[in-house]
């Protein structure tokens, strides 16, 4: 016999089940939150209530993603997280049978990310005037970004108690809070240390922050992507740039560099780390070892 189904409620406990249970970031459990939005205002307006959803619902709500000419890997995202949200109904005994186990996503093309040369990321930093604090913060950002391969998320929440400028090296917290190690270029330190001696007043709560906007607040991704985007422009690259250009450039450079496959997937945050100290350790002088070896930045 099936639950009573109290869709605020239901919508909430999804969302705690997804940052608790599965570990997600809160941007992407919020990005599954939109998703099941979407198909609840869908199967409102069909009149519809989301215990009589069938199959053939949501492959008319599927249809609808269509319809919009939204880009595959949007709507294969939406699909994915109404797939999770029927799941999460299921174990949590609000239905009897899942009417999204036939649904299918998309087909998505994998294109080539872009991937900016040496030499671009070089004309980007370049085009910073030194003579502010603003550029100072802003060059350390581009050589951490590059430096580190960060997500802009990452860069964001970047705390000072994890950077760690003599030893080399700083503990990022990547999705589903997981932390590793990822070596700092000496180029990255130094921009940081520039940085650090003209960093604006932190503002209550922003004290352990690294990255600060001139009022001593956190930056936003947004500015991040504003910064990033300029600097191309400034640079007279004309293609789409964003923060995570960077991070693709990081890995495919040190991929063409000869570094090992397993050390780029660590350093990007694509498996977790064991947190002992000892493994730490070896780690991090592992990692050390192939970025100091392949990344143009230490050459």
């Keep these: 016999m099936s639950r009573h189904i109290d869709i605020p409620r239901v919508v909430t406990d999804f969302s705690t089940h997804l940052i608790l249970d599965r570990g997600l970031s809160r941007n992407t459990a919020e990005a599954y939150l939109d998703d099941v939005g979407k198909l609840l205002s869908f199967l409102k307006d069909e009149g519809t209530p989301l215990r009589d959803a069938t199959r053939d619902t949501l492959s008319a709500f599927a249809g609808a993603l269509h319809d919009l000419g939204i880009a595959p890997t949007t709507h294969a995202r939406i699909i994915a997280g109404v797939r999770a949200f029927f799941r999460f109904l299921i174990a949590e005994g609000y239905l009897d049978e899942d009417p999204s186990v036939m649904l299918v996503k998309p087909r998505v093309d994998h294109t080539l990310p872009t991937v900016l040369t040496v030499e671009e990321i070089d004309s980007m930093i370049a085009a910073i005037s030194l003579d502010s604090p603003l550029g ?8 951490t970004l590059y430096g580190c391969g960060l997500r802009v998320s990452e860069l964001c929440d970047l705390q000072m108690s994890d950077v760690y400028l003599d ?4 503990v990022v917290t990547g999705k589903g809070s997981k932390q590793r190690i990822v070596p700092m270029s000496p180029v990255a330190a130094d921009r940081i240390r520039q940085y650090l001696a003209e960093r604006p007043e932190p503002k209550p709560g922003c004290g352990n922050i690294l990255f600060l906007n001139r009022l001593g607040a956190r930056l936003t991704r947004v500015m991040i992507f504003y910064i990033v985007k300029s600097l191309a422009e400034a640079a007279g690259i004309k293609r789409n ?12 450079h040190l991929l063409e560099g000869g570094a090992n496959l397993r050390a780029i997937q660590q350093m990007l945050g694509h498996e977790s780390i064991a947190t002992t100290e000892i493994y730490l350790h070896v780690d991090r002088s592992r990692l050390r070892a192939e970025i100091l070896n392949h990344h143009p930045r230490y050459r």
């Design 136 to 143: 100072l913060r802003n060059t350390a950002i581009m050589e």
């Design 167 to 170: 030893e080399g090296y700083i």
């Design 241 to 252: 740039i964003s923060p995570h250009t960077l991070r693709h450039s990081f890995a495919t």
